[in-house]
């Protein structure tokens, strides 16, 4: 479902951008070996489509530490690249230091955006957290992307259906935001 305060709250993370300034997405799940590493694919694909945003930086992590180093789950990279989609990140954790480096940090459900306001540094930094929810559109009947870890192939499908929409719609958002 899209969240009403969904630009104003951009409108204020970005209020200092500049044009030419690079935009800064970091996407977070659990195990950051399913769902952010695809958003963080799709988001790619989306953003690779205008040479304007070849200076957009996005990256993705875990608030777990399980899967570091390792690349996403083969089911997850499997059912990506039948969407065209090749996931080659290699794992790693969130930390504090993602607060400085990124303008938004996108958590893909209740969870991860609950352990994420346990790690913003400061009341400012937790402004940056944002639920990938917020981009959905209105017809979705999810208000998470839920985690597929334990689920059959329909989840992965799920989840990228979800991702497609929501990063199209974040792009969207961020350049309304952006005045563009
Ligand atoms: P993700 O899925 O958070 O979408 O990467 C998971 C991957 C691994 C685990 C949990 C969730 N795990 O417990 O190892």
């Avoid at 799709?42 to 399980?66: E, F, H, L």
């Avoid at 083969?74 to 504090?96: N, Y």
Wanted: charged letters at 30%; proline letters at 4%.
């Amino acid at each position: 479902m899209v969240i009403e305060n969904t630009i104003p709250q951009l409108k204020s993370i970005f209020r200092h951008h500049k044009d030419g300034d690079s935009v800064r997405i970091l996407f977070v799940c659990l195990g950051n070996i399913c769902r952010s590493p695809a958003a963080e694919g799709v988001m790619k694909t989306v953003v690779a489509s205008d040479p304007a945003r070849n200076s957009w930086v996005i990256d993705s992590a875990g608030t777990g530490g399980y899967h570091v180093g390792e690349l996403p789950d083969d089911r997850m990279r499997v059912h990506a690249r039948r969407r065209g989609l090749e996931l080659t990140h290699r794992c790693r954790k969130v930390s504090a230091l993602d607060f400085d480096e990124f303008d938004l940090i996108i958590g893909m459900d209740a969870s991860n955006l609950r352990n994420l306001k346990r790690l913003a540094p400061t009341v400012d930094d937790e402004k940056k957290i944002m639920p990938m929810s917020a981009f959905f559109s209105i017809a979705t009947r999810y208000d998470y992307v839920p985690d597929p870890y334990y689920e059959g192939a329909e989840g992965f499908e799920l989840v990228l259906d979800l991702l497609d929409d929501a990063c199209l719609n974040l792009r969207d958002s961020i350049d309304e935001a952006l005045g563009k």
